[in-house]
């Protein structure tokens, strides 16, 4: 009804409660109050208007559908059939080897870092929603199953696809690199020296059960809330983030994905601490009774032997998402659960 009284007035910058709306034909004020149905007067316009034929009508046939839903060649079976030629929907990965306990939760031991980054990496420069070129690893890959340039479409469009949104972590041109100290989605497979696409390195590290981590400053994961940041980081094999700060939907995103979050403390930061990201990590003290803000144990090993000890606390803010962590995300939890009850 304020809409209707706002239209009557034909500006929005008035007092409805003490300035008129308009003038009768004698050219007297005429208020809000004037105007404003008593509460009998709404109650008898209903019944007269709402009628329960009127949603008989509808809701009688709702679940029938229209002559081309009811024409839909369908499987009936209990699962869906996925096709494997779809190179927009595939099943994800997430369930696969699923047992009804998830192991002892462990260290992370011998990890390397797959990006090195600064202040305020957002979400869609971790997993960026746009269009992509030919020669990235997600163009390669859709060109390697016939889909022309022409109908690549987005990021976006393809998030019912893992295998497109893996090859799209950390795939933005203008995300920063510091281990190369380049634009665009590259990093380094040490043992080798190759420079390769975020998502080629992460696979060479899954090859050897190389745990990965990433480097970064403050605001990690700012901007706008997107859940293929946290789950494309999970399926390259990051194991941890470990940043001076995160964005509070982020972080918690990461834990629901198994990935855990951890900040330095005292202001330390990878430059005080003389990290440059070709060092390997150990990050003890997650195996032995791991609770909400425990400080944890890190060791990072230079190229030269030198060895460098700092704290880090872990950003899992609750029982619950301890929890989440301990059986590899949110997803794992809640099947398990499902499982264990019915």
Request: a negative charge; hydrophobic letters at 35%; one cysteine or more.
């Amino acid at each position: 009804m304020l809409v209707v009284a706002y239209a009557l007035v034909g500006r929005v910058d008035v007092d409805l409660i003490n300035d008129p709306l308009s003038y009768d034909p004698n050219g007297n004020p005429v208020y809000l109050k004037d105007i404003w149905p008593s509460r009998e007067e709404i109650v008898q316009t209903v019944n007269d208007c709402v009628k329960q034929s009127d949603f008989q009508e509808v809701y009688d046939v709702i679940f029938d559908g229209s002559e081309d839903w009811k024409n839909l060649e369908v499987n009936l079976a209990e699962r869906f059939e996925w096709n494997k030629s779809s190179t927009y929907i595939k099943e994800a990965p997430f369930f696969e080897n699923l047992q009804v306990n998830p192991d002892p939760v462990a260290n992370i031991t011998g990890a390397r870092v797959l990006l090195y980054l600064g202040d305020s990496v957002t979400t869609d420069h971790i997993s960026p929603a746009g269009s992509f070129r030919e020669d990235s690893a997600a163009g390669k890959y859709l060109a390697e199953h016939g889909v022309n340039k022409a109908d690549f479409n987005s990021y976006g469009s393809r998030r019912g696809n893992h295998e497109v949104m893996m090859r799209g972590t950390f795939a933005n041109v203008r995300i920063k690199n510091k281990i190369l100290d380049q634009e665009g989605g590259f990093s380094i497979y040490f043992p080798s020296g190759e420079v390769k696409t975020v998502y080629e390195t992460a696979m060479e590290y899954q090859k050897t059960h190389t745990p990965l981590i990433v480097l970064a400053g403050k605001e990690y994961g700012s901007g706008s809330s997107r859940d293929w940041a946290a789950k494309g980081a999970y399926l390259l094999g990051v194991k941890a983030v470990i940043a001076e700060s995160f964005e509070r939907i982020h972080r918690s995103n990461l834990v629901g994905m198994g990935v855990a979050p951890l900040v330095f403390i005292d202001g330390q930061n990878t430059a005080t601490l003389g990290l440059d990201g070709t060092e390997v990590f150990d990050i003890t003290g997650i195996a032995d009774n791991l609770k909400p803000h425990k400080l944890l144990d890190v060791k990072a090993i230079h190229r030269n032997g030198k060895i460098t000890e700092f704290k880090v606390q872990a950003r899992m803010d609750s029982a619950i998402e301890i929890e989440y962590y301990k059986n590899n995300g949110i997803l794992q939890y809640v099947l398990r659960d499902y499982l264990k009850n019915s």
